[in-house]
């Protein structure tokens, strides 16, 4: 039996109960939608777990949007903003729609977005697409509060820049300036599976030239989810022609350090990187007609 | 240590003692005496496993049972009324979509939701829908065209 060793299973009702219990063990672990702590336990990585800290009666579930953006709670879930996001059929938030269609039902009406951010999973779909909405997240601790730009949170392969009894508490996606598009692409081998390459990437047009683009990358492309400047600076200032989309897919191989593993070798995620960089940016630019 | 919940699992309310580390499919399937769930990979990857938790499908598999104090449950058990098969359980016997049965209960449970949401949903709608549950017999055709059959009932 797996977390043979869980004593304490808590359900604080505030935040500040939370604060407290992560500040008195810094050995506690947040559980929101417990899918991706279910999937450590599974493997055995959690057999000397003994206090959860269950956050999802703090009422961090909502999600409202406005002319800024979307501001989400910690424990909204993946099918909360699919729902948020459809509404708003908006070409800017084009790629985190394509992302939340990648996980199946199951996943989606359980996972949250605080979890799947927290997790710094470099293969998850969801964090990819956040990163290329320039996403902010607010993090609560004992000291108060403080906003961390998402690439900054992803600090490693599973490691996040968390200050011990620090908690995610929200999440906020700033609307897109000017005429912006998004798209997001996932290289896997079936729905439930973790990506090989995933990449999202965000355009911004005006006057026929691209002002502002975003491209990031994840899937094992390197211990976290990254950004490629190789790329962002071939587009920024071009026609978005087929020919400035080609370079920049070829000019994110110079920014990614690719994983190993049972899915793809480091040589493939880099070649197959480059044309779905290549393939995604098209879908983006196809939505900006 | 055990500790108390309430659960509403196919409209009977139960008050049960579940340990801490206890999934919703253990004590379903454990405790209610509830096969329809099933025991697969047990990590959210096949689900054969999948319930509606408050009319949303889910892996139990994934779910500790203490976070769902409260909730209202409904596993395969539950689909037929009165004896009356859903149009979901007699679809799937007439398309000839089960084989050794093991993912079928899943598979109905999140197609369920499916149909409660987009009654009448195209093949790529289908395959999305149960994307989340692996067959390992039939390969899918048809198990999509009882979904489909169900849809027109």
Redesign the interface.
Known sequence: ????N????H?PGAVEEVLALLSENDEALV?A???FI??LE??GLLNGLET?V?I?RLGLDTIRVDADGIEAGATATL?KLQRVVAAQNAAWLGGLADAL?C?????R??ATLGGCLAASCPFFDIPTALVALDTEITIRGSDGERRLPLPELFFGLFANALEPGELITGLSIPHAAGHSAGAFGKLGA???VLAIVNVAVQLTVDGGLCSAACVALGGGVADTVVRSPAAEAILTGSKLDPAALAAAGEAVAGDIQPLSDHQASAEYRRAVAKVMTRRTLERAVARLA | MK?MISLEVNGEAHELAVE??A?LLRVLRDQLGLNGPKRG?????C?CC?VH?DG????S????A??Y?GASITTAEGLAVDGELHPLQTSFIEAGAVQCGYCTCGMMM?AK??LDECPRPDEEQIR??I????CRCTGYAKIVEAVKMASER
């Not at chain 2, 990979?41 to 990857?45: A, F, I, P, Q, R």
């Open positions: 039996m797996a977390l043979q869980l004593k304490d299973f359900r559980l939608g417990g899918t279910r999937g599974a493997r959860l269950d999802r099918a269609d996980p199946p039902l199951q996943i009406n359980t079936h729905a439930n | 500790q801490k580390n999934t990979c047990d990590s959210g990857g689900g999948t938790v949303q499908a889910v892996y598999c994934m779910c500790y203490l976070s104090d999140a939701q499916l999305q829908g994307s989340g549950n692996l």
